[in-house]
């Protein structure tokens, strides 16, 4: 890793619990990506390419699908707290979307459709589910998506300017790294980053307490215990 910094935010929590679980198909995924805007937002073009990687891999390590939604069908009200969100980002265990974004929000399929961060709540629903989502939009991973953490573990993403790559080049190595070499998630990210990206990016993943960087993939490894839910957040990043 090139440049790997630790800020702690708040007093220190440390959760001691440690929880190996098989993965049986009793472990759940969502994905939703968009490559088609509405003007003024500009197409991107490799969305479907990140995302293929992570659906085929997760598939044949023994996953369940809870959701796949692509451009216009994804919406704001999958990701925002409320009668819908238990039916997509909750009711994965691994959740990502694939699109734009900023510090604030999802900037998903359309103008109008954003999730904003101070609407969404990760992780208190479908018996705590959700542990761990992957935004790929650009500035997500920053202090107002903090907001977020009711429950997960952890959110993943970029400081800066998001990035998606041809063929899925950074999905693939993300994801072969935490199933096919059982390494922690964070550090997969922050591999992954170094071996796809540019100088110009910095990766970041943001944990409700320190404890939670030692998250593997169901399977694959340890997983702590879910945290407990307080205004505190701790991050690392990784400039590539």
Known sequence: MKTVSMTLIGILLLTIINIPIESDGLYHYGIEW???????MENLQYSDDES?????KFYNDGWTKSFYKTNRNCKDSHWEGGSL????????????YI?????????ISTYTEHADASNCGWGNENWKKNNWVVLYGCHNAQ?????????????????SSGRVTS????SDRF???????????DDSWFAAGDAELTSSVTQRIMGETPDMFFDHLYGHGNVKADPPIDSTYYYRDNQC
């Open 175 to 185: 994801v072969d790294e935490m199933i096919d070499d059982d390494n922690y998630i």
């Open 52 to 56: 293929v990687r992570i659906d085929n």
């Open 167 to 170: 063929n899925g080049r950074l």
């Open 143 to 159: 202090g107002p998506f903090s907001e977020a953490f009711a429950g997960n573990h952890l959110i993943i993403g970029f400081k």
């Open 99 to 107: 699109g734009h974004g900023d510090s604030d929000d999802l900037l």
């Open 34 to 40: 968009v490559n088609d805007y509405s003007w003024p």
């Open 85 to 96: 969100d238990q039916d997509y980002v909750d009711n994965a265990h691994f959740s990502v």
